[in-house]
């Protein structure tokens, strides 16, 4: 593969490397976390060579590259290693080194890189047409001076090119062989000196052949293939670069006389405030204190339609503020905002080494050695066969082209990148690339039932319409609470417009409900058990919906009951999982008849009810033993040992922490419709890496054996070489047109019963 180590900038002189011990910051658990902006990563034998490198050093505990970002993140156990020795072990492989940023990194990298190569790309290009030009004569016939004449005009037009459009490939050469190592540049390094080399002896010695025209024209088509496999990386990487590019440089400070200044977003820290201008990104996590405004929160929600946002909303970095000002409260700025975290799942997309890429890693380490071998056995073949040591050397340019493993290097990694960034503008954040591989595995599929087949936010139910002086001393009491029921109360009262009624004293008691006084006496709101439920013959987790009951001196106790709703498409996404060959089980904490009556409305044949974490685990490793390969899909701190048990797990963007950091995708937005869509483009995906591994064998096995056989020219094998890579290139791409999410419909689906997020047995002991 052409790895293109310190193309922009060089290496780092090691007397002048910078301190990193500013750049280090704490990564949890007695962990220390550097991260460090590398921009001439270029290819997966950057990637390789970094970590191998930084994982050799004794102490480090995790080594990362991304290729999307050039971020190198390096962990350790704190005090176990020096900063300085990490910054010298990746300066020292020929890269330059500095503090990761993330606007540098989702900047002009690539421009820059693009620009030098569209300069060596047009001097290559001007030179081989006037060569070629130069050699008609040649090749018509001329004869002595004549002919040396024209070699010689070549030589003035091809050597300096050459030597200018040559450099992005000389220079990673010359640094990875200084750093004692390999890659595909020394080869194809080696072939345009050799051809440019052998010219200019033929001239000097008046021979008849020259090949200024080869030589020269094979940098034009590497530097086309090198070019346009940039643009389609770029493209391919566009999924993090566009998350990047949401983030603030800066944000403008609210002052404590009520002043207002710009700062650099390094300077702002928890617990500032902070104004944002309608039509501005938000560059922090933060509360708002003062002003409202419309917010496009697709970035969190996956919704399109616009969300308001008033005292007291939370708002996150990189959501767009559409119709008026806003000061916040700063909660996270930098490298802690959910925006950040984004973008760390995305590169997480990449990171992951699956069967198909540790393969491809295996084969590019021994490829540059076996070039080499194969050129010398064919330059030693071709002298000894026919003593003609101009076709042997020839012969031998023509193998070290032709035999660059691009395509090979790409099979993998750009399916991956191509399809995380395809999720992510579906609405689903791929945590790691190896989980599209065993995505692509599975014959059954497990779900919890609630927060992930239904939405996970219960909602007032009414067999007749209520009592509005009930409901309004209801929302009284729920109106300060963050219990889920409690919500749903406030919500309903406001949904009919009744005003919740006064009441003072209000407390919230664990486990048994709220209360609180009114001018008629005390009133209380939760279990029936507590809150007199019982006199009217109700029993505490009786029936099968969620229930509180309101007790009041102006009557008898008044149930309200809740239900929580299935998703709208889950129906539909369970019929097309078995469309797709797929087992499905319902394996949930909830009450028997809740589990029972939303299993019956899906159609699913098994569901296991009251299962504790430890069952879930339990019935995970049942599936496992039966040779069975399982996607989880749970959203509660509950199911977050089940979600690691299993071969692949995805939550939905609204799950607990817990869950959502071990899951492998997280879907944004209420559409369980993902779950069917993840699976269809991890098939599609493997599909295409496997066809890109045929490709990138196909050609070899075809090319290399022409090659030595002396059938291919050294201009016919780059035209070969960037061919490939660029086939391959293609082919992955091609995921972006072929796949498309399930549209949205609208579909009738009856309501079943539940509990809220959080865990079903907490939500249940308090209501």
Request: a neutral charge.
């Amino acid at each position: 593969m052409s790895c293109c180590a310190g193309t922009l900038a060089g290496g780092t002189d090691r007397d002048q490397l910078p301190d990193p011990a500013g750049w280090v910051r704490p990564a949890g658990a007695g962990l220390s976390q550097l991260d460090l902006l590398v921009p001439g990563i270029h290819c997966a034998g950057c990637i390789s060579r970094i970590e191998r490198a930084l994982n050799a050093l004794s102490g480090v505990t995790h080594a990362r590259v991304n290729m999307s970002t050039r971020r190198v993140a390096v962990s350790w156990k704190d005090g176990a290693v020096d900063p300085r020795a990490l910054v010298e072990a990746v300066a020292g492989l020929g890269y330059r080194v500095q503090p990761f940023d993330a606007a540098a990194a989702g900047g002009g990298g690539d421009e820059e890189e693009g620009r030098e190569l569209l300069r060596a790309l047009a001097v290559a290009g001007f030179a081989a047409a006037n060569v070629m030009l130069l050699s008609v004569s040649v090749w018509s016939g001329a004869e002595a001076a004549t002919r040396d004449l024209f070699h010689w005009l070549s030589a003035l037009v091809a050597l300096p090119a050459v030597a200018y459009a040559g450099r992005p490939f000389f220079r990673s050469a010359r640094r990875v062989l200084a750093s004692g190592g390999l890659n595909m540049d020394v080869p194809i390094s080696l072939a345009v000196a050799m051809a440019a080399g052998m010219s200019l002896f033929e001239t000097i010695t008046h021979g008849p052949h020259a090949y200024f025209d080869a030589s020269v024209s094979l940098l034009f088509f590497l530097l086309i293939g090198r070019y346009l496999d940039l643009r389609m990386r770029a493209r391919a990487h566009s999924a993090v670069r566009e998350l990047m590019a949401l983030n603030a440089a800066g944000a403008t400070l609210v002052e404590a006389d009520g002043g207002r200044r710009y700062v650099p977003l390094s300077q702002v820290g928890a617990g500032a405030l902070v104004a944002v201008a309608a039509g501005e990104r938000v560059p922090v996590d933060g509360t708002v204190i003062e002003g409202v405004s419309d917010l496009d929160r697709s970035l969190v929600t996956g919704e399109s339609v616009p969300e308001a946002a008033e005292p007291g909303a939370t708002v996150h970095a990189g959501c767009l503020n559409l119709s008026g000002p806003l000061v916040l409260r700063v909660l996270a700025a930098g490298e802690d905002t959910f925006l950040s975290e984004v973008i760390r799942l995305m590169e997480a997309a990449e990171k992951g080494k699956s069967a198909h890429v540790a393969l491809a890693d295996r084969l590019t380490r021994i490829y540059a050695p076996a070039v080499h071998v194969l050129a010398a056995a064919t330059f030693a073949g071709w002298l000894w066969a026919s003593g003609d040591w101009h076709q042997a050397l020839v012969a031998a340019t023509a193998v070290l082209i032709i035999t660059c493993p691009c395509a090979l290097a790409l099979a993998v990694p750009v399916v991956q990148v191509v399809a995380s960034g395809v999720a992510f503008r579906s609405g689903v954040m791929v945590k790691d690339g190896t989980a599209l591989e065993r995505l692509a595995q599975i014959d059954t599929v497990v779900f919890d039932k609630t927060g992930t087949l239904t939405l996970g936010r219960p909602q007032a139910v009414f067999a007749a319409p209520p009592d509005p002086e009930a409901l309004a001393l209801a929302a009284g009491l729920a109106r300060d609470s963050r219990h889920p029921l409690a919500r749903a109360i406030v919500a309903a009262a406001a949904e009919r417009g009744i005003a919740p009624a006064p009441v003072s004293a209000v407390r919230e008691i664990a486990g048994s409900g709220l209360e609180g006084k009114t001018r008629s006496g005390m009133v209380r709101l939760g279990r029936a058990g507590w809150s007199g439920g019982e006199a009217a013959g109700a029993q505490d987790g009786g029936g099968q919906q969620m229930e509180m009951w309101l007790s009041w001196e102006q009557g008898l106790p008044v149930r309200f009951a809740f239900e929580d709703r299935l998703r709208e498409d889950a129906a539909e996404t369970l019929a097309r999982l078995g469309a797709l060959g797929l087992d499905v089980e319902l394996l949930s904490g909830d009450r028997a008849g809740a589990v029972d009556s939303a299993a019956s409305l899906l159609g699913i044949k098994r569901a296991i009810s009251g299962a504790r974490p430890q069952d879930k685990v339990a019935r995970l490793k049942q599936l496992r033993a039966s040779s069975r390969r399982v996607l989880m899909v749970g959203d509660g701190i509950n199911d977050a040992p089940a979600l690691a048990q299993a071969h692949v797990s995805m939550s939905p963007g609204s799950a607990a922490a817990v869950a959502s950091t071990q899951a492998s995708f997280v879907f944004l937005g209420e559409r369980l419709a993902a779950v069917a869509d993840m699976i269809v483009l991890a098939r599609r995906a493997m599909g295409i890496v496997r066809g890109n591994f045929a490709l990138a064998l196909g050609y070899n096995l075809l090319a290399v054996p022409l090659a030595m056989a002396g059938q291919a020219s050294p201009l016919i094998a780059a035209i070969a070489m960037s061919s490939s890579s660029l086939l391959v290139t293609l082919n992955g791409l091609r995921l972006r047109g072929d796949f498309a999410p399930a549209p949205a419909r609208a579909v009738a689906v009856p309501h079943g019963g539940g509990a809220a997020p959080g865990g079903e047995g907490e939500l249940e002991a308090a209501a």
